[in-house]
């Protein structure tokens, strides 16, 4: 569905994108991280054809998104960060309008309007002026937008800003429904959105792609160096840490305190379990124990690491 080879995108001395190649498969729904200037958006704009680029190659359904710009445009569905709007026109009548720019027939338009008013939840407001409308309802008008032509590609840049945690959530399950008809290629800065919503996940940094893989195998390369937590009653703590820090499969060792009790935070050295041995020696130790656990790595601490640390 979408194949990028080598894509360079240079502003003057500066290189927003440093021939980055990926592909997406129909039904896929991919998310695109990265810390904030990192090229995400300047990616998503040259797949959509808003920008050219400086060198490389692109294609959507076949078709050159900048030889063949037109055709591929046909297969797209493109929702920018900032979605634009003429806001003293009505639901309907700006789908009616935007449709009608696309290309869809007239025959067809009534009924593929009637569709994504469904599809988005926007039935009880197609008569109301946009500027009358919650910002969440005026990202599901721009995602109606972006689905009245039926394209093939959805691209969805940073789709949920600004909404509350309800809005959030009914525009993640209206996404995750689309996939059925769409293929979608998101960005945006709630990491376990991506974690709920995508099958892959490609990480930006700097204009280069530094990870392209499933949620689950970047938590696996990160597990490689897990941590364990340890949550116990400890006479001393320092000397509790020392002692910690002995043990086979331990690399580090830092301490936060609750009140009376200890928490451990464990660097297991790559490939090493320690908890059994850890929960043996504080039963020697006569520590009581709270807790005694592996947390799950997070997409965030692997966005982190691959990022070395850099605000999305």
Not at 177 to 183: E, F, G
Request: proline share 6%; aromatic share 6%; net charge neutral.
């Amino acid at each position: 569905m979408v194949k990028v080879e080598n894509l360079t995108k240079k502003f003057g001395a500066t290189t927003a994108v440093d021939g980055i190649s990926f592909e997406v498969q129909k039904g896929e729904i991919v998310g695109f991280l990265g810390p904030n200037g990192a090229g995400k958006s300047t990616t998503m704009k040259m797949l959509a054809g808003f920008l050219p680029p400086t060198s490389g190659h692109a294609e959507v359904a076949g078709y050159d998104v900048f030889t063949d710009s037109l055709r591929a445009r046909e297969h797209i569905g493109y929702m920018p960060e900032n979605v634009p709007m003429y806001t003293d026109m009505r639901v309907s009548e700006f789908l009616r309008y935007r449709g009608a720019l696309k290309g869809v027939p007239r025959r067809r338009l009534r009924e593929r309007i009637s569709d994504v008013l469904e599809l988005c939840g926007l039935e009880d407001v197609e008569k109301k002026l946009i500027s009358r409308l919650s910002k969440g309802y005026r990202q599901r008008v721009g995602l109606a937008d972006a689905m009245v032509h039926e394209p093939d590609l959805l691209i969805l840049d940073e789709p949920t800003i600004g909404l509350d945690p309800n809005q959030i959530r009914l525009v993640r399950d209206l996404i995750r429904n689309l996939r059925r008809h769409h293929t979608i290629l998101i960005s945006t800065h709630i990491l376990p959105e991506v974690e709920m919503l995508c099958s892959r996940v490609i990480i930006i940094n700097k204009g280069r792609i530094e990870a392209l893989d499933t949620p689950q195998n970047l938590r696996a390369r990160l597990g490689q160096e897990a941590q364990v937590l340890l949550d116990a009653r400890v006479p001393d703590a320092r000397a509790a840490a020392s002692d910690l820090r002995k043990l086979e499969g331990v690399q580090t060792v830092s301490i936060r305190t609750d009140g009376p009790w200890s928490i451990f935070k464990i660097q297991c050295t790559p490939g090493h379990d320690p908890r059994e041995t850890i929960f043996q020696f504080a039963v020697e130790k006569s520590w009581p124990v709270r807790e005694l656990s592996r947390p799950p790595i997070t997409l965030e601490q692997v966005f982190a690491e691959v990022t070395n640390g850099e605000e999305i």
